[in-house]
């Protein structure tokens, strides 16, 4: 290994989401969704360069990194982009809020599956629309997949857009072919919009090819909004940038107009270190995931060996488990946990009552740590 996940850096006094809240208790947190890795050494040293220039005025994306995002799509999934397709924006989370706004009207509806990240939940409410989400069903109960009889019952005309979350936060699957066709043909017949939430795309785990879901064909392209980002892959989330690719014209003036004036520009370092990492990054990418790969080993194993009561699935992709705890009967696991010194995420805030979600995107030694307090957490209740 060139680059060292296993060293353990001290987050504290560091105005961390993760760990701010914990700084003065012995809580390891595992809930919010960044890893406490270093960034690659190339995005460091791009940033480096960036400080020492010392002007940080309005900034704007280079032909460099228009090029490495234009080529990055090529190389890694054979799909060819415009550059004008690409709009740029401070974060993802501003993505697919402006997508709810850029899309239909105020008390149109949303629809999405859940359980889902939280911002799906929101959004569209934030917006004004009304929410329809459509419960995954647990396949063999180790496969999460579309419930397509309950989309198509819960379909209206006034449902003018899909949230899609591919991979998928928190059950980690990558859909697979035959399921995104499917989906986006369902949107397509019915005249929905669909909005594919990529920014785990390059943390697969196994060997599963991510197939955006605009390059699937020029129809699907042309009602997809496509969200992305180096944010998750490359931990540099409080860097601030990201991107939509929208190839319809239509639907790229539409979500141009419902971010004016309020999406801010993104900044010179989000810029820099964007460029960096999908122009170099791809041997640190690499490592982390079969680093990432190891820790997922580590806790599927674990959770079956030592969980009695916690149940998981296949987690293809993402740094995240997603542990089904209903068995435990707590009325309140992120609760009870935190008392046994780990913190999680609480699924209800993903409309997954019953479940909480764990972040493995840590050195290997801070992990085992988080799960031996985990099993203190189950063996107190028996
Ligand atoms: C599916 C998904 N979309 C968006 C985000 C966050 O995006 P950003 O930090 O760029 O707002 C996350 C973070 O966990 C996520 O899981």
């Avoid at 960044?34 to 280079?62: C, K, N, W």
């Avoid at 209206?156 to 859909?175: D, E, I, W």
């Avoid at 929905?192 to 197939?211: K, M």
């Avoid at 989330?237 to 190839?247: D, E, K, Q, S």
Wanted: proline fraction near 8%.
């Amino acid at each position: 290994m060139t680059y060292d996940f296993d060293r353990v850096i001290d987050r504290s006094n560091t105005g961390s989401e993760k760990w701010g809240p914990f700084e003065d208790q012995d809580i390891l947190p595992m809930p919010v969704a960044d890893m406490d890795f270093s960034a690659p050494p190339e995005v460091i040293e791009a940033l480096r360069r960036r400080v020492e220039h010392a002007v940080f005025g309005y900034a704007q994306p280079t032909q460099g990194l228009v090029d490495t995002v234009v080529g990055m799509c090529r190389a890694r999934y054979g799909w060819t982009i415009e550059p004008e397709w690409i709009v740029w924006l401070p974060g993802l989370v501003s993505g697919i809020n402006v997508t709810c706004r850029a899309v239909g009207n105020p008390g149109d509806a949303v629809m999405t599956a859940v359980p889902v990240y939280p911002p799906f939940l929101t959004a569209p409410r934030n917006m004004k629309r009304e929410l329809v989400s459509v419960p995954l069903r647990c396949e063999g109960g180790s496969r999460w997949t579309f419930d397509w009889e309950e989309l198509e019952r819960r379909w209206t005309s006034a449902t003018r857009l899909f949230l899609l979350c591919q991979p998928h936060n928190p059950v980690g699957r990558v859909f697979d072919r035959a399921e995104i066709e499917r989906l986006a043909a369902f949107c397509l017949e019915r005249n929905i919009v669909l909005c594919s939430d990529e920014i785990h795309c390059d943390l697969i785990l196994d060997a599963i090819p991510h197939i955006p879901t605009a390059a699937l064909s020029p129809e699907i392209a042309a009602n997809t909004i496509t969200l992305m980002a180096p944010s998750k892959t490359f931990n540099l989330p409080g860097l601030g940038c990201a991107f939509a690719i929208i190839p319809s014209p239509k639907l790229r003036a539409a979500f141009h107009q419902a971010k004016a004036g309020i999406v801010p520009q993104v900044g010179v370092f989000g810029y820099a270190g964007c460029e960096a990492a999908y122009a170099r990054g791809e041997p640190w990418r690499q490592e982390l995931i079969h680093y990432l790969r190891a820790n997922r080993d580590y806790v599927t194993s674990f959770v079956r060996d030592e969980l009695p009561g916690v149940h998981t699935t296949p987690i293809e992709a993402t740094y995240l488990a997603w542990l089904d705890v209903r068995d435990l009967g707590l009325k309140d696991p992120v609760n009870h946990f935190k008392e046994h010194g780990i913190a999680l995420s609480d699924g209800r805030f993903f409309d997954g009552e019953g479940f909480v979600r764990l972040n493995f995107g840590c050195p290997r030694q801070t992990l085992q740590a988080g799960l031996r307090r985990l099993k203190a957490g189950v063996q107190a209740l028996s």
